[in-house]
């Protein structure tokens, strides 16, 4: 069965610092997504990562894959309150049927 | 536009009560997917289905039930045996490898009243 973990689950950072959430995996994946969720609301797509060593970056978001150790992080640099929201990792497997599960999430609280 | 339309917003259910939630997607994917959302957890799949007429059961499928009729609609039904329903309902489809490979629905709020 695979699992997915996260850590840390609750993230409380200044603006303006950098940190790091990591994603870790139990079973050799296809794809790994990255999303982020506002209170009461829907997941909104931030990256998929396709490959070993993929890395993607979007403003203070960057997103990087190690599928040898099973583990994914997500970068924020210079957080800002805006950042403030709740960061889901998925795992893809592939096969006859594919399907995305989730990991715990990591609540990221930014203070001024 | 292309999206995913889940319906009602909010539903309230009474004890002993079957609700269906609605789910339509005008993307022509293939797949779509249910999961379930509790306060301050991921999301676990419920249902999924990767053609018209054929589903599958996810992780947590006991006291729900689906159907796939057409491409364009997946819609859950929770039952009476659901004896903890109340969650934020996500459903979702997909066509792979790109950076929206996978479409959410706004979501639908169920509370047992």
């Known amino acids: 069965e695979l699992k997915v973990e996260q850590n840390p689950l609750f993230l409380s950072m200044q603006e303006g610092k950098n940190y790091t959430i990591y994603c870790n995996y139990s079973t050799t994946s296809d794809r790994l997504y990255w999303y982020r969720q506002d209170p009461g609301k829907s997941l909104e797509s931030l990256f998929v990562l396709l490959s070993n060593g993929a890395v993607k970056q979007e403003g203070r978001l960057m997103a990087s894959l190690d599928t040898k150790a099973r583990l994914s992080t997500l970068h924020i640099t210079a957080a800002v309150h805006d950042l403030s929201a709740t960061y889901f990792c998925?795992?893809?497997?592939?096969?006859?049927?594919?399907?995305?599960?989730f990991g715990t999430g990591t609540r990221l609280q930014v203070t001024l | 536009d292309g999206g995913i339309t889940q319906s009602p917003k909010y539903l309230f259910r009474k004890e002993g009560q079957n609700v269906t939630l609605s789910c339509e997607q005008n993307?022509?994917?293939?797949?779509m997917y249910w999961y379930r959302q509790d306060p301050g957890q991921g999301l676990r799949l419920i249902y999924y289905?990767?053609?018209?007429?054929?589903?599958q059961k996810g992780d947590i499928a006991e006291g729900y039930s689906v159907s796939r009729e057409k491409k364009e609609s997946f819609p859950l039904t929770v039952t009476s045996a659901q004896k903890n329903p109340t969650a934020f309902y996500l459903c979702a489809s997909s066509v792979h490898g790109t950076r929206d490979g996978y479409t959410f629905g706004s979501g639908t709020r169920l509370t047992v009243v």
């Open positions: 289905s990767q053609i018209v007429n054929d589903f």
């Open positions: 993307l022509n994917h293939d797949a």
């Open positions: 998925a795992v893809e497997i592939t096969g006859t049927a594919s399907k995305l599960t």
